[in-house]
């Protein structure tokens, strides 16, 4: 059995006075949720962490640099986010891969980065909406998972986050065939490289406009094993349905 993820991304919002809807998500939980895990600005971490202790939430930082430590002013490593006692990084979000220039390559290193600082790497992929129009969806994936995944990748050390960039924050969703889709190619790729066994434990989530009213009906995709969530995922009032929802597929 694949364990199922709810996967919460602030992005750059949230500050000290957010840590009350942790505490609100971690006393909606039910008893047997799915792994959740809420992914705050990085100034937060600590606190983060400190406040889900004993609670089934897990904290997961938005980036890490590909070296542990060094001149890179602003930069935060995989083993400083490990030492706040977050256990999760998002590494290669389609909002980094835009804005900050980030290659595959990088994000191959970053996970690789995560994974020696005993992190569990959430790396995600997404076409643009102009691939989408020009049937090019399934190449670009193909090509980011190619050269973002690296070698050694298992169920305990990462997770795949399928976010097609034009349903990013925009309130549309792809219709559960297009998400069909793509998430088995991913799994088909991923069986033909680290092999059957490795490949079906490997959680696939999709994100993009999940909000309380459609989760559901995504959930319903054999091969979608949860949710990475945005803008739903920063009150605790809107991520908990999403979160009963996964739990009820
Ligand atoms: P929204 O849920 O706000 O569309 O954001 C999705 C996302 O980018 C999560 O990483």
């Given at each position: 059995m694949r364990r199922k993820i709810a996967a919460g991304n602030w992005k750059m919002n949230g500050l000290a006075a957010s840590l009350s809807e942790l505490e609100q998500l971690a006393s909606a939980l039910p008893p047997h949720a799915p792994e959740v895990i809420i992914c705050p600005p990085a100034p937060l971490l600590f606190r983060a962490s400190e406040t889900a202790r004993g609670s089934a939430i897990h904290i997961g930082a938005q980036d890490c640099h590909m070296q542990d430590s060094g001149a890179f002013t602003g930069d935060i490593s995989a083993q400083m986010i490990a030492?706040?006692?977050a256990t999760h990084v998002i590494v290669g979000h389609s909002e980094r891969r835009a804005a900050h220039e980030e290659r595959d390559r990088d994000i191959r290193s970053k996970a690789k980065a995560a994974w020696a600082a005993k992190l569990t790497a959430i790396i995600c992929i997404g076409e643009a909406l102009e691939d989408?129009?020009?049937?090019n969806t399934?190449?670009?994936i193909a090509g980011q998972l190619a050269g973002s995944l690296p070698d050694g990748m298992t169920a305990t050390n990462s997770v795949i986050a399928y976010e097609p960039i034009w349903a990013i924050g925009t309130g549309k969703v792809p219709t559960l065939e297009q998400i069909v889709e793509v998430h088995d190619f991913i799994r088909t790729k991923l069986t033909i490289r680290y092999g059957a066994e490795i490949a079906d434990m490997i959680p696939l989530l999709y994100g993009g406009s999940v909000k309380p009213d459609n989760a559901a009906t995504?959930?319903?995709?054999e091969n979608v094993d949860g949710a990475l969530v945005g803008g739903a995922s920063l009150k605790s009032a809107d991520f908990a349905p999403i979160i009963m929802a996964l739990a009820q597929s």
């Amino acid at each position: 059995m694949r364990r199922k993820i709810a996967a919460g991304n602030w992005k750059m919002n949230g500050l000290a006075a957010s840590l009350s809807e942790l505490e609100q998500l971690a006393s909606a939980l039910p008893p047997h949720a799915p792994e959740v895990i809420i992914c705050p600005p990085a100034p937060l971490l600590f606190r983060a962490s400190e406040t889900a202790r004993g609670s089934a939430i897990h904290i997961g930082a938005q980036d890490c640099h590909m070296q542990d430590s060094g001149a890179f002013t602003g930069d935060i490593s995989a083993q400083m986010i490990a030492d706040t006692g977050a256990t999760h990084v998002i590494v290669g979000h389609s909002e980094r891969r835009a804005a900050h220039e980030e290659r595959d390559r990088d994000i191959r290193s970053k996970a690789k980065a995560a994974w020696a600082a005993k992190l569990t790497a959430i790396i995600c992929i997404g076409e643009a909406l102009e691939d989408r129009e020009a049937d090019n969806t399934l190449d670009i994936i193909a090509g980011q998972l190619a050269g973002s995944l690296p070698d050694g990748m298992t169920a305990t050390n990462s997770v795949i986050a399928y976010e097609p960039i034009w349903a990013i924050g925009t309130g549309k969703v792809p219709t559960l065939e297009q998400i069909v889709e793509v998430h088995d190619f991913i799994r088909t790729k991923l069986t033909i490289r680290y092999g059957a066994e490795i490949a079906d434990m490997i959680p696939l989530l999709y994100g993009g406009s999940v909000k309380p009213d459609n989760a559901a009906t995504i959930f319903q995709a054999e091969n979608v094993d949860g949710a990475l969530v945005g803008g739903a995922s920063l009150k605790s009032a809107d991520f908990a349905p999403i979160i009963m929802a996964l739990a009820q597929s």
